[in-house]
C-alpha cells in the first residue's frame, strides 16, 4: 500500500505542472525527487500487484510498474512523464477497489470486460514505451523537455478514455460498492475530464392489473425469455402487447434471471415522422438509466448491456421500424442487432408492424385475441351489473362481435358503467353507432379511432396512397376477407393488390389466414363506419367474378365449385348487397345470380344462408314477382336439402302466390306439389293429401303440362299409399303412363302391392325386372327404390344377408355423390346388422355414417331423427333399455321442433313397449294412447302404422302395441 506522501508527492508535481505550458528543466536534486517518488509508486504497485485476486488485474499492474521503470530508468526529464505517472497511480488505486472481495467468475460480466479492455490499453502503451527505448529515442529526451511531445499526449488520452469506460462499466454492472464509484470519480476529477455516462437506477413498469386469458401465454413466453429467446410480439393495435410484456418482465423466473436488469423502453409518444437515430438512442439510454456523453451511443449502451444478463423491451416497435428519416431507417436496425448479440442480453419487441430489425433470431408471436371467458371477465371487472347472468346472456353476442379484441372490450365496458346504460341500453347503442361507441376519450388507449389512426398514418400505409384505402374498403366489406389466391382477378384495377396486402399484414390491420386476408372485427367496423365505401370499380370487378362464378358452377367438382366452397360467405354478401341496391342494369342478373347461388350451395356446400331477409325485402312489382319467386322457390330447395322443412313450406308457399301473380301457374304447381311431398316426409299425410286434391279442382290445373299432372298423381297417390284410403290396385295408375314418372310409379305400384299383403315372390319378381331399366344416372333413384322393396321382402322373410346385399348396393350407387342417402342406408343396414345380432357393428355404422353431417342443425335436420331412431332400434334389439329409451325421448323431443309426427309416432311406441317391458302398464297405456293420437293425426290406421315402413318396426318380441290396438289384458280394461 502507498503511503500518504507517496499520494502526496505525486499530488504536488502534478499541481505544479498546472500553470506552465513551457516549464523549464528541472534540476538534478527535483529529478532525484521524482525518481524517488516513482520508485515509491512502482513498490505500491507491485504491493497492490500481489494482494489482488484476478490475474487480469495483476498482468494489468505489472506492466504498468514495468512502464514506470523504463521512465525511472531512461529519463532524464522525468516530469515530463509525470501525467502518465498520475495515471498509473490512479489505475492501482481503481484497480484495488474495484477488484476487492471479486473472483474469477466475475471475469465473464462486467469486470472482466472492463478489465480486457485497460489491459489491452496499458499492454499497448508499454510497447511503444518499449520500442521507443529499443530505438534510442529517449536519447534526445535528455536534452529536451517533451511535456508535450504528442506521443505522450497521446498515451495518456488513452487512458483517460479507457479509465473512465472503466468506471462506467463498473457503475452500469451495479455490482462495484458506490463508494468505490464516488472515490475513482474523484481521483479521475484530478486529471483532464473524461466522456463517461452517468447512470441512474430504473424501476422497470409493474404488472397489469387485468390481464385476463393470458396465463398461458404468458407462461409460454417466459419460458423463451429464460431460455434467451429473443422475442417478437405483433399485432394490431389494442391486443395488449405491451401488458403482455409487463407481464413478462414481472414473472419470478424473469426477475430471477435479471434481477434489476430489466428495462422497458416506450416509444409509444414519439413519431414517425420526426423520430431519428439520437432520438431513438437518446430514449433508449434513458429507460437504461444513463446519460449518453459524446459519440458513438452504440458502444456506451452495448457497454452498458454487456456488463451483466439484461432483459429489455422496445415497446411500439412500429414507431421506429416506420421512421420517416432515412437515417432513423438505417442506423436504427443494425444497432438493434448488435445489442441483440451481446452475449446475455435479450431483447422483447412490441410491434404492429412486420418490419422487425434483421440480423436478430426473433421468435415472433402473432398475439391472439381473448377467449369468450376472459373477454367477459374482463368486461364485468370494470361493468357492474346487479344481475350479471342476465346481462352476460345479452352481452355474449356482442363480444363476439368484437371479435374479442382486448380495448375495444375495455372500451365498451367503460363507456357502458360511465353511462350507467343497461345491457339493453348497450345492445342498442352497439346497432346504431358501432364503431364509434368505442370512442370513449383521447389518445390509443382510450379511442378505437385514435389507436386505428396510429396505423393508417404509418409512413408505409400513406406511401400506399388511395388504393391502400380501396384495398382496405374491400377487405372489410367482404365478410370473408380477400381470397389472396384470387386478388388479382377479383380486383383488376388494383395491379399491385398482392404488394398492398403485404403492407397492410405488416402494419397489423389485416392478417392472414388460411388463404384469405382477414380483418378483426372492430378495425372492420371502424374501417366501415370512417373510411370510403368500397368504390364503384372494385365493387363491379368483385360481383362480376362473383356472378360468372356462380352461372359457370354446376353439380360436377371444378374450379368453379371450389371458388363456392372457399369463397361462399363473400359471394352471400355481394348478392345480399347488390340485391339490396338493385339497378335497372343489373336487375336480372342479381336475381338470377342468388337463385343460382343456392343451387350452388346444394350441391357443394349445404348450409344455412342469411339471404331470407334480403330476398323478403324484395319490392314486389310486375318486373320482380317471377324473379323474387325464382329466388324463393331455390331458397326452398336448399332448405329442403337441410332438412328445415318448415321452412321451406313457407318459402314455397310464397313463392306460390308470386308464381300465380306473375302468370306463372306452372311453376306454381311445382312449388306446391313439392310443399305437398315436404307434408308427406313429416307424416302429415291427411294435409299433403287436401293439399294435391285441391290444386287438381283449381283453375289451374288444366293449364299444367301432362308431366306436371302426372308428378301431382304420383306425389298423392304415394301420400294415399301411407292412409290406406284406396286399394293398391288403384295406386300409381294414372301417373305410369307418363314417360318421366312411369318407372317410379311402376315400381312403387308393385311395392305399395307388397305392403298391402300382396304376394312376395310376384313382387319380389317384379321389382327385380324393374331394376334392368334404372342403370342410367337419371334412374339412380328408381333403382334405389326398386333395391328398397327387395330389402324389405327379404327383411320380413327373415333373409337378413339378402337385405344386406341389397342395402348395399344402394350404398354403393351413392357413395361419394349424395352423402344424405349414403347416411340413410347406413342406418337401414345398421338396423338389419343388429337384427342379425351385431349390435355393435350396428352402432359402429351409425357412428361412422354420420360424420360428415356435422354442419348440419341439430334442431331443423333429419339427419339427426335418422340417426337416432335407428340407434333406438338397435339398442332395443340388444337389450338396452334405458339407451333405447333415451334415443327414443331424444327423437321426440326433435319430432317436436321439426313437426315431424311419423318418427314421433315410431317413438313414441317404442317407449311404450319399454314401459310395457317393466310392468309399467299405466305408463304404457299413456304413451300408446299417444301414439293412437298420432296415427289420427297423420291419417294411418294405427294397425297399418309399419305396413309401408317395415325396416323401421320394432323386434317381434315387443307386443304391448299390438295388445293394446286389440284390448287384450292388460289393456282390456281400457276403453278409452
Not at 424473469?254 to 420526426?274: G, I, P, Q
Not at 363476439?400 to 365498451?412: R, T
Not at 327404390?785 to 333373409?799: H, K, N, S
Request: glycine residues 4%.
Amino acid at each position: 500500500m502507498p503511503s500518504k506522501k507517496t499520494k502526496a508527492g505525486l499530488g504536488r508535481s502534478k499541481k505544479s505542472k498546472k500553470g506552465s505550458k513551457q516549464p523549464a528543466p528541472e534540476t538534478e536534486s527535483q529529478n532525484d525527487n521524482l525518481s524517488q517518488a516513482l520508485a515509491i509508486a512502482i513498490a505500491a504497485i507491485n504491493a497492490t500487484k500481489e494482494i489482488v485476486p484476478i490475474s487480469l488485474a495483476k498482468g494489468i499492474l505489472g506492466t504498468i510498474a514495468n512502464i514506470l521503470t523504463i521512465a525511472q530508468s531512461v529519463i532524464k526529464n522525468k516530469s515530463d512523464f509525470q501525467v502518465i505517472a498520475d495515471r498509473c497511480e490512479n489505475i492501482r488505486e481503481i484497480l484495488e477497489s474495484a477488484t476487492k472481495e471479486a473472483t474469477e467468475d466475475d471475469l465473464r460480466g462486467y469486470l472482466g470486460h472492463a478489465l480486457t479492455q485497460l489491459y489491452k490499453t496499458v499492454n499497448r502503451i508499454n510497447s511503444d514505451v518499449a520500442s521507443s527505448k529499443e530505438q534510442r529515442f529517449w536519447r534526445r529526451l535528455f536534452a529536451v523537455t517533451i511535456d508535450h511531445d504528442d506521443q505522450i499526449v497521446a498515451w495518456d488520452k488513452d487512458l483517460d478514455r479507457v479509465l473512465g469506460l472503466f468506471i462506467f462499466e463498473a457503475v452500469a454492472g451495479v455490482a462495484v460498492d458506490m463508494k468505490f464509484v464516488k472515490k475513482a470519480l474523484e481521483l479521475m476529477g484530478n486529471v483532464p475530464s473524461m466522456n463517461a455516462p452517468k447512470y441512474r437506477q430504473i424501476e422497470p413498469p409493474s404488472r397489469p392489473a387485468m390481464l385476463y386469458g393470458r396465463d398461458d401465454l404468458v407462461a409460454e413466453l417466459t419460458n423463451l425469455v429464460v431460455n434467451d429467446e429473443h422475442l417478437a410480439l405483433i399485432g394490431p393495435g389494442g391486443m395488449g402487447k405491451s401488458s403482455l410484456a409487463k407481464a413478462i418482465i414481472n414473472e419470478p423466473l424473469v426477475a430471477d434471471k435479471f434481477a434489476d436488469r430489466r428495462f422497458f423502453v416506450a416509444y409509444d409518444d414519439l413519431d414517425h415522422s420526426t423520430i431519428t437515430f439520437e432520438t431513438f438512442m437518446t430514449r433508449f439510454a434513458g429507460a437504461l438509466g444513463i446519460e449518453i456523453a459524446g459519440a458513438d451511443p452504440v458502444r456506451q449502451i452495448s457497454t452498458c448491456l454487456r456488463s451483466a444478463s439484461a432483459l429489455v423491451v422496445l415497446d411500439n416497435a412500429e414507431t421506429f421500424e416506420e421512421a420517416s428519416a432515412s437515417s432513423a431507417l438505417g442506423d436504427i436496425p443494425p444497432a438493434i442487432a448488435e445489442m441483440a448479440n451481446i452475449p446475455g442480453v435479450i431483447l422483447i419487441l412490441t410491434s404492429r408492424s412486420r418490419r422487425n430489425a434483421p440480423n436478430v433470431q426473433w421468435i415472433t408471436k402473432d398475439i391472439p385475441p381473448l377467449d369468450l371467458s376472459s373477454a367477459q371477465a374482463v368486461f364485468f371487472r370494470i361493468y357492474h351489473h346487479p344481475s350479471r347472468s342476465e346481462a352476460e346472456e345479452n352481452i355474449r353476442d356482442l363480444l363476439k362481435e368484437l371479435d374479442f379484441h382486448p380495448l375495444s372490450i375495455n372500451i365498451l365496458a367503460n363507456a357502458a358503467q360511465q353511462n350507467s346504460w343497461s345491457p339493453a341500453t348497450l345492445l342498442k347503442r352497439w346497432n346504431d353507432r358501432h364503431s364509434k361507441v368505442l370512442d370513449g376519450g383521447k389518445g390509443k388507449l382510450q379511442s378505437l379511432s385514435d389507436t386505428m389512426q396510429l396505423s393508417l398514418s404509418s409512413p408505409s400505409v400513406q406511401n400506399l396512397g388511395e388504393d391502400g384505402h380501396r384495398a382496405l374498403a374491400i377487405i372489410a366489406f367482404l365478410p370473408q376477407g380477400l381470397n389472396e389466391n384470387l386478388a388479382s382477378k377479383l380486383l383488376p384495377s388494383l395491379p399491385q393488390v398482392d404488394a398492398i396486402c403485404d403492407v397492410l399484414c405488416m402494419q397489423s390491420l389485416v392478417y392472414r389466414q388460411d388463404n384469405f386476408i382477414k380483418m378483426l372485427a372492430p378495425i372492420r367496423h371502424y374501417v366501415r363506419d370512417s373510411l370510403q365505401a368500397p368504390d364503384s370499380t372494385c365493387s363491379q370487378e368483385i360481383r362480376a367474378f362473383y356472378y360468372r362464378t356462380v352461372d359457370s358452377c354446376s353439380q360436377e367438382r371444378d374450379q368453379y365449385a371450389d371458388i363456392i366452397i372457399s369463397d361462399h360467405l363473400n359471394i352471400e354478401q355481394v348478392v345480399a348487397f347488390n340485391i339490396a341496391h338493385i339497378s335497372d342494369g343489373v336487375e336480372r342478373a342479381g336475381y338470377n345470380a342468388c337463385r343460382n347461388f343456392f343451387g350452388c350451395l346444394i350441391w357443394h356446400l349445404p348450409r344455412p344462408t342469411t339471404l331470407t331477409p334480403a330476398i323478403s325485402n324484395i319490392v314486389e312489382n310486375s318486373s320482380t314477382w317471377a324473379l323474387k319467386a325464382n329466388c324463393l322457390s331455390a331458397l326452398a330447395q336448399l332448405y329442403t336439402t337441410l332438412s328445415q322443412l318448415v321452412e321451406a313450406s313457407q318459402a314455397f308457399q310464397a313463392a306460390e302466390a308470386l308464381y300465380l301473380t306473375a302468370g306463372d301457374p306452372e311453376s306454381m304447381g311445382y312449388c306446391l306439389i313439392t310443399r305437398a311431398d315436404l307434408l308427406r316426409c313429416q307424416g302429415r299425410f291427411i294435409q299433403s293429401q287436401n293439399l294435391v286434391e285441391n290444386l287438381q279442382h283449381s283453375d289451374s290445373w288444366g293449364s299444367f303440362s301432362e308431366t306436371t299432372k302426372a308428378r301431382a298423381w304420383f306425389f298423392l297417390d304415394r301420400t294415399r299409399m301411407y292412409t290406406f284410403t284406396a286399394s293398391a290396385d288403384e295406386l300409381f295408375v294414372k301417373s305410369v303412363k307418363d314417360c318421366f314418372w312411369g318407372l317410379s310409379s311402376k315400381v312403387w305400384h308393385w311395392r305399395a302391392k307388397f305392403y298391402y299383403g300382396g304376394d312376395a315372390v310376384q313382387v319380389h319378381a317384379q321389382l327385380e325386372d324393374l331394376i334392368l331399366p334404372c342403370t342410367s344416372i337419371e334412374n339412380l333413384f328408381n333403382r334405389r327404390d326398386a333395391l328398397e322393396g327387395l330389402a324389405e321382402i327379404a327383411f320380413c322373410e327373415g333373409r337378413l344377408s339378402d337385405a344386406m346385399d341389397s342395402l348395399q348396393t344402394i350404398l354403393g350407387i351413392f357413395e361419394g355423390q349424395h352423402s344424405e342417402e349414403v347416411l340413410w342406408y347406413t342406418v337401414r343396414k345398421a338396423v338389419v346388422a343388429s337384427k342379425q345380432g351385431s349390435c355393435d357393428l350396428a352402432r359402429e355404422l351409425i357412428q361412422k355414417a354420420s360424420e360428415p353431417f356435422q354442419f348440419f342443425s341439430l334442431r331443423n335436420s333429419r339427419i339427426f331423427l335418422r340417426q337416432s331412431y335407428g340407434s333406438a332400434c338397435i339398442e332395443l334389439t340388444a337389450g338396452e333399455c334405458d339407451r333405447a329409451k333415451s334415443y327414443f325421448t331424444a327423437t321426440i323431443e326433435v319430432c317436436d321442433l321439426q313437426a315431424n309426427l311419423l318418427l314421433k309416432a315410431f317413438s313414441m311406441r317404442g317407449l311404450g313397449e319399454i314401459a310395457f317391458a317393466r310392468s309399467n302398464f299405466a305408463l304404457a297405456t299413456q304413451h300408446f294412447k299417444e301414439t293412437r293420437s298420432l296415427c289420427d293425426e297423420m291419417g294411418v290406421p294405427p294397425q297399418h302404422l309399419y305396413s309401408c315402413f317395415l325396416l323401421d318396426t320394432l323386434p317381434d318380441k315387443f307386443k304391448g302395441w299390438s295388445l293394446f290396438l286389440e284390448g287384450l289384458s292388460p289393456f282390456a280394461t281400457d276403453t278409452t
